[in-house]
């Protein structure tokens, strides 16, 4: 049977308790890299599962960065769970190699690895919550941390005692106290010896400095810092409301890929009102890194202050942002990047931004009075041999419908306020390097139906979200 400091397990159940974090009921996933921090709270766990019965599991992740001492991490973790009847989990990834395909840093790569294999792993097992061993001291590291690189108000807080149904039940306890019930109770753990490493940012405010302000100007540092965090979470608290507002307000479009901002209305709220609305949008498009960034988040808004339309900020390999008019607008995958299709009449192509469908119909059977913008017929004899659905290219011109004259396509674009990035999207209709169709746009006069008209093409283009 597992044993503990009594003082220090007692603050550990008030600190759950007072926090409101977990019942007798809740599953819990502990996640354990096999570190001090994390394997006393397993070890506060257990004590507590003797005592009601909760329910618990490991989950470790393997990252492979440091060799063999991953290895013997993982081993560690699992003969400890083992040898106190606890279920275990564990799953290796390269996460140097996620990194890289990522375009992130190890830290933040390691960071997105671990928390996905947590929720994964939480699913799987009916898993209610998941405790990670964050500390009051990695609490204060953080918070300079931010501090230094830049912050908002949503910086100042911290790390959170309670975010989703992930909990931090040891953010009241310090390192030392910590080190001293591991020494204690003979809890087994290994060192990180990268935790020595001063080039890494946070190693160098632990060891450099923490102590050095604590010595020369403020031995109270960790109080500031908590009050500073306090302070922080009212203030943050305070202006939700009004971000919720702006929210309801400026978002013009949303979907799964991009969200539009009406300028004007957004800005009149305060810097940081707009700052929180661009971290939610980006967080509902999935880019939590980003929404993390604050230096990105002023750039974001400093765009909307002095940008003009076509105005772009590249904000990840994956995401911009850029002004169109009066709209902002944050756009996930904004390469557009497909590859052109040879196109046989009466099938259906589909890539991730579109689906193309045409069908030979009888010219009996049509209604040229229909208003569908995405829906058009054309004489198929007019149709030559090689026939391509391509993305728009510059120089190209179509003769509109019922013209005698051609027009450069990126006129129309601009006629129909078509933004820079989305015009990438539109596949254009070629036949034998003529443009047939501007999908959803404009049909060429050159294949219209006409009276002699006996075969005809039905085309039909739809957006995917």
Request: hydrophobic letters at 45%; aromatic letters at 8%.
């Given at each position: 049977m597992v044993r503990l400091a009594p003082d220090f397990y007692r603050d550990f159940k008030l600190f759950i308790e007072d926090n409101h974090l977990l019942t007798n009921?809740?599953?819990?996933?502990?996640?354990?890299?096999?570190?001090?921090?994390?394997?006393?709270?397993?070890?506060?766990?257990?004590?507590?599962?003797s005592e009601n019965g909760l329910s618990i599991q490991v989950v470790h992740l393997n990252h492979s960065l440091r060799g063999r001492k991953a290895d013997e991490d993982e081993k560690l973790v699992s003969d400890f769970c083992s040898n106190n009847q606890c279920e275990f989990y564990s799953e290796k990834i390269d996460v140097k190699q996620y990194a890289k395909e990522k375009h992130l840093s190890l830290e933040v790569a390691g960071r997105e690895v671990r928390y996905s294999l947590f929720q994964r792993q939480a699913t799987s097992s009916n898993c209610l919550?998941?405790?990670?061993?964050?500390?009051?001291d990695d609490q204060?590291?953080?918070?300079?941390?931010?501090?230094?690189?830049?912050?908002?108000?949503?910086?100042?807080?911290?790390?959170?005692?309670?975010?989703?149904?992930?909990?931090?039940?040891?953010?009241f306890a310090t390192k030392q106290q910590i080190y001293d019930d591991a020494r204690k109770y003979q809890i087994p753990y290994n060192e990180d010896h990268t935790n020595r490493d001063e080039q890494i940012p946070r190693n160098y405010i632990r060891h450099q400095l923490i102590p050095s302000i604590r010595s020369g100007l403020n031995p109270a540092l960790e109080d500031a810092i908590l009050n500073l965090s306090a302070i922080a979470h009212d203030a943050n608290a305070f202006i939700q409301p009004f971000v919720r507002e702006a929210l309801e307000h400026c978002i013009i479009q949303r979907t799964t890929r991009e969200i539009t901002l009406d300028i004007s209305r957004l800005k009149r709220y305060?810097?940081?009102?707009?700052?929180?609305?661009?971290?939610?949008?980006?967080?509902?498009?999935?880019?939590?890194?980003?929404?993390?960034d604050y230096k990105m988040l002023t750039r974001i808004t400093q765009l909307i202050e002095t940008g003009t339309t076509g105005k772009q900020l590249k904000i990840g390999p994956e995401l911009s942002a850029y002004i169109n008019r009066n709209q902002l607008i944050l756009e996930h995958n904004p390469n557009n990047h497909w590859s052109p299709l040879k196109i046989e009449p009466g099938k259906?192509?589909?890539?991730?931004?579109?689906?193309?469908?045409?069908?030979?119909?009888?010219?009996?059977?049509?209604?040229?009075?229909?208003?569908n913008r995405n829906l058009e017929y054309i004489d198929l004899n007019d149709l030559g041999r090689q026939i391509t659905l391509r993305s728009w290219k510059r120089g190209d011109r179509i003769k509109p419908v019922n013209t005698s004259f051609t027009k450069k396509v990126s006129d129309l674009f601009i006629d129909n306020k078509i933004s820079l990035i989305h015009k990438k999207r539109i596949p254009i209709l070629e036949s034998d390097g003529t443009i047939v169709w501007i999908c959803g746009l404009q049909l060429s006069d050159n294949f219209k139906i006409k009276p002699k008209t006996v075969k005809a093409l039905k085309l039909y283009y739809e957006e995917l979200n």
């Open positions: 009921d809740d599953r819990i996933l502990i996640a354990v890299s096999g570190g001090v921090d994390s394997m006393v709270l397993l070890h506060l766990f257990l004590r507590l599962r919550l998941i405790a990670t061993a964050h500390t009051l204060v590291e953080t918070i300079l941390y931010r501090i230094i690189k830049g912050t908002g108000l949503k910086g100042l807080e911290g790390i959170r005692i309670k975010r989703g149904n992930i909990i931090r039940p040891l953010l305060f810097t940081t009102v707009k700052i929180e609305v661009i971290r939610e949008c980006l967080k509902q498009l999935k880019f939590l890194h980003s929404a993390g259906e192509y589909q890539t991730e931004y579109f689906r193309f469908v045409s069908e030979v119909v009888n010219i009996s059977k049509i209604s040229l009075s229909q208003t």
